[in-house]
């Protein structure tokens, strides 16, 4: 494998990149129906949930619209840090939904106190939180705004957005009283793209059944209704579950302990790297992700020459997002890659900026 450091789609490992190619089954068949209900309670572990974790075929944004479709009638209150928080915050407004924003420049946390205030002037059906701003890497304090929401507000169902976190740092749905949690498939999963694994309580599929017009797609209570028989309403994307399948027996052999150790150590290890050369991050401290670091550059670092340079060595870096290209870059160390991997391109950094002397 050949490490690109980037947050998705991130590398597949072999073994698992080859299980896409199994025969197809009758999607209606005994036989597939074993593997979803195994994929199935594997996830569950994942995300840390007795609850239901639907296999759905769309990528993370679909799973966006979900929480909207069926969590909300009318009011969304929006946590927005960042061009993913925003997308969540512009499909509430492209479904029809009165949504509001608590919102702060990128780069920066949305604060428990934010909310208890947005909270305190209108009652919302749903509140949306993005875990792991990908656009910045600022890992929201997901744990201390869902008990501001449960103090505060506690009929407002919590949704939480997690698709470049959940199976790389530790997001546990129950225990937080999160009433959504999902992430696709093409991040810490280190599974091509294509599905979003996407849990919801019985509360949010109580709520779901309140909601008219959910759509037909992504509607819980047909989704749930297809589940129960370990099945989907629609066809689902049957290679990329016999790869879930095998992927999650690979996580749990790993241990998902030892995988959030991993991703944490490798989060430590280019924090280390930043301060030493003095450079900053862009995240500020308490709010850093473990799966993606951003670090600010100097304007002679020119990330497009160094990934011309990293090309050589069949590695490949993450710009900044938007309007922090050139100005940012991102290590992203989820899905497989290995501290060794990530000392490989640190010292190529170094190398790089001894011959610029930068
Ligand atoms: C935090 C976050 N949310 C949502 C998305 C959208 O996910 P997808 O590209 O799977 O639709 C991304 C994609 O990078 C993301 O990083």
């Known amino acids: 494998m050949s490490p690109m450091f980037v947050p998705g789609p991130v590398d597949v490992a072999p073994e698992v990149l080859q299980q896409q190619t199994k025969p197809m089954l009758p999607h209606r068949s005994k036989d597939f129906e074993a593997i979803f209900q195994r994929a ?17 075929t769309n990528s993370g944004s679909g799973a966006q619209e979900a929480a909207i479709r069926n969590l909300a009638k009318e009011r969304v209150l929006s946590c927005v840090n960042g061009a993913f928080s925003k997308r969540w915050y512009d499909v509430a407004v492209a479904n029809g939904k009165l949504a509001d924003k608590v919102e702060v420049p990128m780069g920066q946390a949305i604060l428990p106190g934010m909310v208890e205030e947005a909270l305190q002037k209108q009652k919302y059906e749903l509140i949306t939180i993005v875990h792991n701003e990908t656009s910045t ?35 546990e749905m129950d225990a937080l009283g999160l009433d959504l949690l999902f992430t696709s498939s093409q991040k810490c999963m280190a599974l091509p793209p294509g599905i979003a694994l996407c849990a919801v309580n019985d509360r949010a599929m109580a709520r779901a059944a309140e909601v008219p017009s959910r759509g037909w797609y992504f509607d819980f209570l047909l989704l749930e209704k297809h589940r129960n028989k370990d099945s989907t309403p629609m066809t689902p994307a049957m290679s990329l579950v016999f790869a879930l399948d095998y992927q999650l027996d690979r996580m749990l052999a790993e241990g998902l302990e030892n995988r959030f150790a991993r991703h944490a150590a490798m989060a430590k290890r280019s924090q280390a790297w930043a301060a030493k050369k003095g450079w900053a991050l862009f995240a500020p401290e308490g709010y850093r992700s473990n799966t993606l670091t951003v670090v600010t550059n100097p304007p002679e670092f020119d990330i497009a020459e160094f990934n011309k340079f990293l090309a050589t060595r069949n590695l490949r870096l993450a710009n900044g997002y938007g309007d922090l290209k050139g100005k940012t870059f991102r290590i992203a160390h989820m899905g497989e890659i290995q501290l060794t991997d990530l000392e490989n391109l640190l010292a190529a950094l170094d190398e790089y900026n001894a011959t610029k002397g930068i």
């Open 40 to 56: 199935g309670d594997k996830l569950r572990q994942v995300f840390f949930t007795q609850y239901r974790v639907f296999i759905m």
């Open 137 to 171: 890497g600022v890992q929201n304090p997901v744990k201390e705004i869902a008990e501001v929401v449960k103090r505060v507000s506690p009929d407002t169902m919590i949704a939480v957005d997690a698709v470049s976190s959940l199976a790389g740092a530790k997001v």
